[in-house]
């Protein structure tokens, strides 16, 4: 595990806290692995009936560190590094078995965002802004969210989010149905608890088999992980991605 992640069981759910505070729950190596294991750990373990996601109050997640991106636009060793264990975490995610639940108060940026279109049920503050800045990065998008994305909400919102990179607000991600349930700020811990003890009362097989009718099958989603993540990993070799990320942080010093 790490000092950024706490992984607590709870009953029959296991709960995942980001915890990095200072740095907005940017996702470093260590956290997704860890947030791999919890997940992969759990599939054999029948007193873990469902998944709670959350970054705490006030934030959900502010994507990957863009330190290590930077890095991992001139360094090869260092790209496959971050590629093997982002990767690993979307697999997991790919080819849970059991329902995860999302709370998620105040921004869900990058990964944080796309990570919501692998939960089953997702709750957001009132507060909560949802981003994918792929492209103004010069990158693409991940995830599987080029798959994701517009099967919820049609290819002119996936547009507009993934490409144009635009700002989502709670109320327009229920709109467009990857959120299920606008609550007050700090809150969506709480409600996420709720949730989950109703998930947990159910019959459990009957619960896995619906689900499993519900979702893409795993191997759609890893053969479109894959995709994006060569493309990925290309484009952050670009001169394009090279330059947005030194504006970037030149704009940070300013």
């Given amino acids: 595990m790490t000092e950024h992640l706490i992984v607590t069981d709870e009953e029959a759910t296991r709960v995942i806290t980001l915890r990095r505070p200072e740095k907005k729950n940017a996702l470093t190596q260590d956290m997704y692995r860890a947030m791999s294991d919890a997940i992969d750990t759990a599939q054999n373990n029948p007193d873990i ?3 709670i996601i959350t970054g705490g109050s006030g934030v959900f997640t502010a994507g990957n560190d863009l330190q290590d991106f930077l890095k991992d636009g001139t360094d090869t060793r260092s ?5 093997s264990n982002a990767i ?3 697999y997991s995610l790919a080819h849970n078995t059991k329902p995860i639940i999302a709370a998620v ?3 869900a ?4 965002t796309t990570m919501l279109f692998h939960c089953d049920y997702v ?3 009132t507060t909560a802004t949802f981003t994918t800045p792929f492209i103004h990065l010069g990158l693409v998008p991940e995830g599987a969210s080029s798959l994701l994305f517009p099967r919820t909400m049609g290819h002119q919102r996936a547009f507009a ?3 144009m990179g635009r700002t989502m607000h709670a109320e327009d991600a229920r709109t467009a149905g990857f959120v299920n349930e606008v609550v007050a700020p700090g809150h969506t811990e709480v409600e996420a608890r709720k949730v989950a003890r109703d998930i947990c009362a159910l019959p459990p097989e009957a619960v896995a088999i619906s689900r499993k009718l519900l979702k893409l099958p795993p191997e759609d989603l890893t053969r479109r992980i894959d995709q994006e993540s060569h493309l990925f ?3 952050m070799k670009s001169q394009e991605a090279i330059a947005a990320f030194q504006a970037f942080f030149a704009r940070k010093k300013a």
């Avoid at 790209?79 to 590629?83: G, P, T």
């Avoid at 940026?109 to 944080?112: E, K, T, V």
């Fill in 109 to 112: 940026i990058g990964i944080g």
């Fill in 105 to 107: 108060d105040g921004i």
């Fill in 161 to 163: 989010t993934l490409v």
């Fill in 123 to 125: 709750l957001a503050s």
């Fill in 49 to 51: 009936r469902c998944f």
């Fill in 79 to 83: 790209a496959e590094f971050r590629s």
């Fill in 88 to 90: 690993k975490f979307l």
């Fill in 233 to 235: 990993g290309e484009r």
